[in-house]
């Protein structure tokens, strides 16, 4: 099956066809997916962060929006600071990005007023804003319900210890996570540090000398936890 044959069959699968009547279609606008089951010169689904014009041709969403209607297109900027995707109107956002607030009834978004907060929620009775997740390296609490739905609201004051840290749990010493080239060790049942991986290769590991993630240029050996270099990087 030639490349274009074997893409037409994947479209196919997933409820898109690229071809009419038998005729391949020309993909002649660029950043397309499939094309106009009419005009096989025209686009009618562009890839995430393109929607196509009139004219068939794809066009780039607004800045920070990966989905959009043809009527928002690239002819104006995102007029919602914050705003991660717009899919009805440049004024009005359907989800904010990391530290801000999405309210889904006028569409802004407010960013978060708690400290090293990094995702956040409004109160859909109240509007009282609550924290749900802590940004890299800070130590997520959650004190009792403070919303109208029962949910809690997260504080990220606290640090973690260890400086390799991305996330901890319960205690500040207690890592669950760590930065790229380093393994979250357990030193009692309620802590755990951070471990340089001595693997070469090794982008992270469960202790000094075991693997479980590979750079790009290495593949893993599953048995032994070690990181084999491919031939050629």
């Known amino acids: 099956m030639r490349p274009l044959q074997l893409y037409e069959a994947l479209l196919m699968l997933v409820g898109v066809s690229g071809a009419v009547q038998g005729m391949p279609c020309r993909m002649a606008k660029g950043w397309c997916i499939a094309c106009n089951p009419v005009d096989t010169t025209k686009c009618s689904v562009c890839l995430s962060g393109?929607?196509?014009?009139?004219?068939?041709?794809?066009?780039?969403?607004p800045r920070n929006c990966t989905a959009c209607t043809p009527a928002v297109g690239a002819r104006k900027p995102s007029m919602v600071p914050g705003c991660q995707v717009c899919t009805l109107s440049v004024a009005k956002c359907s989800y904010c990005g990391q530290g801000f607030a999405t309210n889904f009834t006028s569409g802004a978004c407010t960013q978060c007023a708690a400290p090293n907060c990094a995702f956040c929620f409004a109160d859909a009775k109240t509007g009282k804003q609550g924290c749900s997740g802590c940004l890299p390296g800070f130590l997520p609490e959650f004190p009792k319900p403070s919303n109208s739905s029962g949910g809690a609201?997260?504080?990220?004051?606290?640090?973690?210890?260890?400086?390799?840290?991305?996330?901890?749990?319960?205690?500040?010493?207690?890592?669950?996570?760590?930065?790229?080239?380093?393994?979250?060790?357990?030193?009692?049942?309620?802590?755990?540090?951070?471990?340089?991986?001595?693997?070469?290769?090794?982008?992270?590991c469960t202790n000094a000398i075991t693997c479980t993630a590979c750079l790009p240029t290495h593949v893993l050996d599953v048995f032994s936890g070690s990181c084999i270099r491919v031939r050629g990087t």
Request: aromatic share 4%; proline share 9%.
């Open 153 to 204: 609201s997260t504080t990220c004051k606290v640090k973690c210890r260890d400086p390799h840290c991305t996330a901890c749990l319960t205690h500040p010493a207690n890592c669950a996570a760590c930065a790229s080239g380093y393994g979250a060790v357990r030193l009692t049942p309620t802590t755990a540090r951070c471990v340089r991986c001595r693997v070469p290769g090794c982008q992270s």
């Open 50 to 61: 393109y929607s196509p014009d009139a004219t068939g041709a794809c066009k780039p969403c």
